[in-house]
């Protein structure tokens, strides 16, 4: 069992940074991929960002790409994800999650993922 807790997430004006971090515990951080995504209300849940578990491979949606980072500190047992120019549309609930599978197509899909965060909300005004 992995346990992931999301912080960071917050109120922002259009424009506006913040940093999502996910902090892990249970079996070895540095054994999973790790993935950020985000769900609105009545929508499936969207693919944001992944890592690879040495975090020298990083890929990412095109909507994010050039304004969001992800990074991991795998003696922090720690994975961030840094958002920058943030936009309205950016408003929704973001969940970090885990997966053992080295195979990186399914890195993009929800469903290939073993552990979950409760998510946490980000609101950016206009």
């Known amino acids: 069992q992995v346990q992931l807790v999301e912080s960071g997430g917050g109120l922002v004006q259009a424009g506006d940074s913040l940093r999502l971090s996910c902090a892990a515990s249970?079996?070895?951080?540095?054994?999973?991929?790790m993935g950020w995504f985000r769900q609105a209300p009545g929508n499936e849940r969207e693919f944001v960002g992944y890592?690879?578990?040495?975090?020298?491979?990083?890929y990412y949606a095109d909507s994010v790409k050039g304004r969001f980072t992800i990074s991991r500190d795998n003696a922090k047992n720690t994975v961030y994800l840094q958002m920058n120019s943030l936009k309205p549309e950016d408003t929704t609930l973001y969940y970090c999650?885990?997966?053992?599978?080295?195979?990186?197509?399914?890195?993009?899909?929800?469903?290939?993922?073993?552990?979950w965060g409760q998510g946490t909300q980000v609101t950016v005004s206009s």
């Open positions: 999650a885990c997966r053992a599978s080295r195979i990186l197509s399914g890195a993009f899909n929800p469903r290939n993922y073993d552990f």
């Open positions: 249970g079996r070895s951080f540095s054994s999973y991929g």
């Open positions: 890592i690879s578990r040495s975090g020298d491979s990083t």
